[in-house]
């Protein structure tokens, strides 16, 4: 599991091989992260896991699975349903080989 940092990272990642990205939870604010559709990449939220401690947040996890070769930037967005705007945008780059 790769921690995905703040602003734009990229990531080394090959054909069919699926590789899950990390971002950091928010509990119960009603935001969440959601990536926007990849063209070549299949993109898969996981279901929330619960938090380590009481009161504690846990990971938001997204399973990625490549399908071609070349470079493909998936965008990352915090939202609320009620916001038209992202609270925070992250862009990973994965370099398939």
Do not use: C, N
């Amino acid at each position: 599991m790769r921690d995905v940092p703040k602003g734009t990272s990229a990531v080394d990642a090959e054909i069919g091989r699926t590789l899950e990205l990390a971002l950091p939870g928010v509990g119960t604010t009603g935001y969440r992260w959601e990536a926007r559709p990849a063209h070549g990449v299949e993109v898969k939220r996981l279901p929330a896991r619960p938090a380590a401690a009481f009161g504690g947040t846990a990971p938001d996890i997204f399973q990625v699975t490549p399908r071609r070769a070349g470079d493909i930037s998936i965008q990352l967005e915090l939202r609320a349903p009620w916001q038209p705007e992202s609270a925070e945008t992250r862009v990973v780059t994965l370099r398939i080989r």
